[in-house]
């Protein structure tokens, strides 16, 4: 009782309301526990902690979300925190608040936006350097060495000798090379001849370097950009800002110029880019403009590194961090800037719950920070574009590359025409004649296999033709009826609205029998490419080239060094990377995204065929680009070899306005995993039906419109079954109040064998 009283008048917490780290909807809720005497007045919000859950009371990890004075249950019903886990990084309470916003807008439980948003969960023992200082005289140090027996203190007189020299030693080196024992070491310490000290080492993922460069000067264009947005920065909302500079424009400058801007008020700049294939050409760059004090986040670093550059940024050690989507969640104190390279990439969108955007979350945390906003891209993505149409972002326009330099000379190369030509290879001739070029000039290509739409689309090697759903204009996917791969067991499926038909033999537009689906990789390319030209040098950049985090820099800094002649790869080889000795550029089976049955088919195309063309002539040498196609006319294919992105946007902007897709239309896909496939089809239906019937008196009803359910494009992964089902609204915010109803209305009719996710503006097909 009396301690009760003291508590009261101290005012101390003794509940905390806790988030157990439990990933199902069932117990995503707050749950109270009382606080041990001994944790009362340590315990804070974020922390996590052990507890005693359910009837067998197993031992559970928990965060701390409240602490208060009042329970709300009897007191013999509220069991006790065992612990606080010391080892765990604790969470601050903005990062809390949003995951909760993530959680909210997304849908996911609390705990799994929470581990979202931290990008380093666990602490990891320090690295310590120690060092020997000599805080003696030499007149002394030389007295002490001629006092050592010649025979028994060898290592001792060798370690005095070496401090008349060195007067700070690494404790390894002395220990290790120098062969002298700890003993030694401690009895000089002892007498008073060294001191031993400990400093903090942080593990550091990058290569140390001093070289710098000289800031360049900066074009009209670019100084303009830099102005604008600088000016906004200084404002107390600086709001988003997008940097639409064609390829080879110099976004990056302006991204540099503008940290640098950001750094001498003070602040912190986070710099996003959308694959770990870009860190370290991007890192050197930035590394040779703001030193050590510029730090990299991704999944391939070791724990140790992860955790460090999270304490070297918590605690203010760093300006710069750059990095992947999860470098987002960086604990900047004085965050000032948000740089999205590359924003239009299909990588920012997470895959997994909860499915966010990472430019909405950088737009969330830069409004919370007051902090500028900059997404750049060659080729914007439609959503940022129409916002900076509508005036909802600032736009800034680089349309020339720096020192007059050209963009390279595009060829289509119609391989329908090289087919009837007797062409059967996988290069036509343009592009085996540039290539043959290059080489006996001793200058570099890069090969880009378009491999996005793989999964089975069907076209006519004949005219070009591509089979699409008559519902939905997407294309058809081909199915392999109970593995069967002759083409009489083969269904072509919409996997939009459920459409089927049979595999085709012939052509319907040309009567052709050549219409299949498109198989090719990139060992193929190498294997045909030394066919030709034998003593080629090859690298390849792939998915199986690249498993260890090294494999990266090796290939890119090999090909930089000219150790290879030709690069082949997929997407990954055309993103942002810059060779000046690269002038050929060859895109094979460029049309094979175009055809991928996806409304973004044709902005995903212009995208990556304008990445790809950008990365040819970047330096004094003119370059040219080879885009491989059987749709030669299509204006995806078209815009890109002109880097046209305004003539494609207004074409593609109302392809979307008169389908209702984003970003004219905002679109939520409710995602259902089941053990059997009526199940998963029932629920969703019954789904379906139901906002069917709020609507139908409701003034949305003509707004809103609801595709499915049907069987997703994966439609059974290790046995378990997928339905999707559409719901189209111009609204986000309706959209999100679908997505919570649809939460509170399944959570009594869920057995525990089916599951729901939702994802709004979907970027890839479920």
Not at 519 to 527: K, M, S
Not at 539 to 559: H, P, V
Not at 580 to 606: C, H, K, W
Request: charged letters at 25%.
């Amino acid at each position: 009782m009396i301690l009760q009283d003291v508590d009261k008048a101290m005012n101390i917490n003794k509940y905390a309301n806790v988030i157990v780290d439990i990933s199902h909807e069932k117990v995503d809720r707050l749950f109270q526990y009382r606080l041990p005497e001994n944790l009362r007045q340590t315990a804070k919000v974020g922390d996590e902690v052990i507890v005693p859950f359910g009837r067998g009371d197993s031992k559970r990890k928990a965060y701390i979300m409240e602490l208060t004075e009042e329970s709300q249950w009897e007191e013999s019903r509220i069991k006790e925190i065992i612990s606080i886990n010391e080892k765990a990084v604790s969470v601050e309470a903005r990062t809390l608040q949003l995951a909760y916003w993530m959680k909210s807008n997304y849908g996911s439980t609390m705990i799994t936006a929470m581990k979202t948003v931290l990008p380093v969960k666990k602490k990891i023992r320090e690295q310590q350097y120690r060092c020997l200082q000599c805080i003696v005289g030499d007149e002394i140090l030389t007295e002490l060495a001629g006092k050592c027996h010649p025979c028994r203190q060898i290592a001792r007189r060798r370690l005095l000798q070496e401090f008349l020299s060195v007067k700070e030693l690494p404790y390894q080196l002395v220990t290790g090379k120098m062969n002298v024992a700890p003993s030694t070491i401690h009895s000089l310490e002892k007498q008073g001849v060294l001191r031993i000290v400990t400093t903090r080492e942080y593990r550091n993922p990058l290569m140390r370097s001093d070289r710098r460069v000289e800031k360049p000067v900066l074009s009209v264009e670019q100084q303009q950009a830099v102005d604008g947005i600088f000016k906004s920065m200084q404002e107390t909302e600086p709001g988003v800002s997008l940097l639409h500079g064609i390829t080879g424009s110099g976004k990056t400058e302006v991204y540099m110029e503008l940290i640098e801007k950001n750094i001498s008020m003070g602040k912190q700049a986070i710099v996003l880019i959308p694959e770990i294939a870009l860190t370290f050409q991007t890192l050197m760059r930035f590394y040779a403009r703001f030193g050590d004090r510029v730090s990299v986040l991704h999944s391939r670093l070791s724990d140790g590194e992860r955790f460090d550059q999270y304490e070297r940024a918590r605690t203010g050690q760093l300006d710069v961090m750059i990095g992947p989507r999860s470098a987002l969640f960086t604990p900047f104190m004085q965050l000032g800037l948000i740089v999205i390279d590359e924003e239009h990439e299909n990588s920012y969108k997470s895959e997994k719950m909860p499915k966010y955007h990472a430019r909405e979350v950088a737009e969330y945390i830069a409004k919370r920070d007051h902090a500028a906003l900059v997404l750049g891209s060659a080729t914007p993505s439609l959503e940022s574009y129409y916002r900076a149409v509508k005036g909802e972002y600032h736009l800034y326009q680089l349309r020339h590359r720096p020192q007059n330099a050209v963009l390279p000379q595009v060829y289509i190369a119609d391989m329908r025409k090289e087919l009837k030509e007797g062409n059967k290879s996988l290069f036509s001739r343009k592009l085996k004649e540039l290539m043959l070029e290059r080489l006996l000039r001793g200058e570099q290509i890069m090969l880009f296999i378009n491999r996005r739409g793989y999964a089975g689309f069907v076209s006519c090697r004949e005219c070009g033709y591509v089979v699409k759903c008559p519902h939905c204009d997407v294309s058809l996917s081909q199915h392999h009826a109970n593995g069967m791969y002759q083409k009489k067991e083969q269904k072509l499926v919409c996997h939009y609205c459920g459409y089927q038909t049979d595999m085709l033999t012939k052509c319907p537009e040309c009567g052709s029998s050549y219409i299949a689906g498109f198989r090719a990789g990139t060992q193929r390319i190498e294997e045909e490419l030394k066919k030709w030209y034998s003593s080629v040098r090859v690298l390849r950049m792939d998915a199986d080239t690249t498993r260890k985090k090294e494999d990266y820099e090796k290939i890119l800094s090999s090909f930089a060094a000219h150790e290879a002649d030709v690069l082949i790869g997929t997407q990954m080889i055309v993103k942002g990377h810059d060779f000046p000795n690269t002038t050929l550029v060859g895109a094979i089976a460029a049309d094979l995204s175009l055809s991928v049955g996806d409304y973004r088919a044709a902005e995903r195309t212009f995208q990556l065929l304008t990445q790809a063309a950008g990365r040819a002539g970047r330096g004094d040498k003119k370059g040219e680009v080879v885009i491989q196609t059987y749709q030669p006319d299509n204006y995806g294919i078209v815009n890109a070899a002109k880097q046209d992105y305004l003539s494609f946007y207004q074409e593609e902007i109302l392809y979307r306005r008169l389908a209702g897709y984003p970003p004219v239309q905002h679109m939520l896909a409710v995602q259902i995993f089941a053990k059997e496939e009526a199940e998963g089809m029932a629920l969703a239906q019954k789904i379906a039906d139901k906002i069917s019937e709020l609507l139908s008196e409701s003034q949305e009803k003509e707004q809103t419109q609801i595709i499915g359910p049907v069987p997703a494009a994966l439609a059974r992964i290790n046995d378990i079954h997928r339905t999707v089902l559409y719901i189209k609204h111009e609204s986000k915010q309706f959209l999100i109040a679908c997505k919570d109803w649809i939460e509170g209305m399944t959570k009594d009719m869920e057995q525990g064998s089916q599951m729901l996710q939702f994802d709004f503006d979907p970027v890839n097909l479920f």
